[in-house]
T-cell receptor, first 112, second 118 residues
């Protein structure tokens, strides 16, 4: 099965600064790369995703970059705000199946 | 947008009893539904995948006789934890995949169910 790792596991950032979380996966045939935000006691919410034919995608303060050769993709959050504090998961999907494999998670704390 | 409703949000049950959790896609037809389990401060672990009208496919190590999944319609899947024990206490989350080309047949997650077995 797919092995997925995230780094760092915890990240504290001053409000207004940028945060970057990296996700490394093992299945070279993976073709869908989403990032989810999970707040305490709730289910994950999709914040941005990218497909294998695109290298970068941006949505306001959030961006995702994909390096298929190196098998990693990253979440970039700019101008961080206190409400960005949460746990973030990457969940790449392998080719030919519908299953998402969740990464180990990153707890992001924005310091006011 | 796509909405998935999961009930109950919290449940406490006695050891040995069974608990049913419902997952409904409210505004789209879900071709596939997924059930996850999440322990505190850990990631989501996939338990099983279900398609409407067919038997669920369980991940390795998940007891199918203990975690019964019924995907009776394109908008409803249920997970029943049978003969629950304290070690079954966890956060259970469902996800539904469906929609249309506009939504890229994306994955929408329910809000989760906190199960406590006493």
């Amino acid at each position: 099965g797919e092995n997925v790792e995230q780094h760092p596991s915890t990240l504290s950032v001053q409000e207004g600064d940028s945060a970057v979380i990296k996700c490394t996966y093992s299945d070279s045939a993976s073709n869908y790369f989403p990032w989810y935000k999970q707040e305490l006691g709730k289910g994950p919410q999709l914040i941005i995703d990218i497909r294998s034919n695109v290298g970068e995608k941006k949505d306001q303060r959030i961006a995702v970059t994909l390096n298929k050769t190196a098998k990693h993709f990253s979440l970039h959050i700019t101008e961080t705000q206190p409400e960005d504090s949460a746990v973030y998961f990457c969940a790449p999907r392998g080719f030919g199946n519908e299953k998402l494999t969740f990464g180990t998670g990153t707890r992001l704390t924005i310091i006011p | 947008g796509a909405v998935v409703s999961q009930h109950p949000s919290r449940v406490i049950c006695k050891s040995g009893t069974s608990v049913k959790i419902e997952c409904r896609s409210l505004d789209f037809q879900a071709t596939t539904m997924f059930w996850y389990r999440q322990f505190p401060k850990q990631s989501l672990m996939l338990m099983a995948t279900s398609n409407e009208g067919s038997k669920a496919t369980y991940e390795q190590g998940v007891e199918k006789d203990k975690f019964l999944i019924n995907h009776a319609s394109l908008t409803l899947s249920t997970l029943t934890v049978t003969s629950a024990h304290p070690e079954d206490s966890s956060f259970y989350i469902c996800s539904a995949r469906g929609g249309n080309r506009e939504t890229n047949y994306g994955y929408t997650f329910g809000s989760g169910t906190r199960l406590t077995v006493v």
